[in-house]
C-alpha cells in the first residue's frame, strides 16, 4: 500500500492574506461599494489574497481616465524607441518580482508553479 503524502502548507499559508486595489487614474482605490474577491489556494485552502472588484462605476472612471491620459499625454506623441523603452522597463520591474509573481499565480490557481 501507498505511504500516504505530507504535503507540508506553503509559508503563505501563515500569513495575512495580500490585498490589491485597482489601479484608476495613477491613483490605487478600493471598488466604491466596497466588494472583495477573495482568492482561494484549492491545493490548500487558506486565502490568499484579495482583490478590490471593479463594478460598472469603476470600469467608467477608468475608461474615462484612460482615453483622457492619451489623448492629453505624451503617449501617442513620444517616438516608438522612447515608448519602447517605457515598456522595457515595465519588463524589467515584472521580470525583478518574477518569483513572486509565479508563487502567486499558483497558490491562486492550484496549478504546478512549473507551468
Same mark, same amino acid.
Given at each position: &500500500?501507498?505511504?500516504?503524502?505530507?504535503?507540508? &502548507? %506553503?509559508?503563505? =499559508? !501563515? #500569513?495575512?492574506? +495580500?490585498?490589491? +486595489?485597482?489601479?484608476?487614474?495613477? +491613483?490605487?482605490?478600493?471598488? @466604491?461599494?466596497?466588494?472583495?474577491?477573495? @482568492? @482561494? !489556494?484549492?491545493?490548500?485552502?487558506?486565502? *490568499? !489574497?484579495?482583490? =478590490?472588484?471593479?463594478?460598472? /462605476?469603476?470600469?467608467?472612471?477608468? *475608461?474615462? #481616465?484612460?482615453?483622457?491620459?492619451?489623448?492629453?499625454?505624451?503617449? %501617442?506623441? &513620444?517616438?516608438?524607441?522612447? @515608448? =519602447? #523603452?517605457?515598456?522595457? +522597463?515595465?519588463?524589467?520591474?515584472?521580470? *525583478?518580482?518574477?518569483?513572486?509573481?509565479?508563487?502567486?499565480? /499558483?497558490?491562486? !490557481?492550484?496549478?504546478?508553479? /512549473?507551468?
Amino acid at each position: &500500500m501507498n505511504a500516504p503524502l505530507k504535503i507540508s &502548507m %506553503p509559508a503563505e =499559508a !501563515s #500569513a495575512a492574506p +495580500k490585498t490589491y +486595489k485597482l489601479l484608476i487614474d495613477g +491613483k490605487h482605490v478600493g471598488a @466604491r461599494d466596497g466588494r472583495v474577491l477573495e @482568492r @482561494r !489556494s484549492p491545493g490548500h485552502g487558506f486565502t *490568499v !489574497s484579495h482583490y =478590490a472588484q471593479a463594478g460598472e /462605476a469603476e470600469v467608467e472612471t477608468a *475608461v474615462t #481616465a484612460a482615453h483622457r491620459a492619451f489623448e492629453a499625454g505624451p503617449w %501617442p506623441r &513620444m517616438k516608438a524607441s522612447e @515608448r =519602447a #523603452a517605457i515598456l522595457l +522597463k515595465a519588463a524589467d520591474l515584472i521580470e *525583478v518580482r518574477l518569483e513572486e509573481i509565479a508563487r502567486l499565480d /499558483a497558490l491562486e !490557481s492550484g496549478k504546478p508553479i /512549473a507551468q
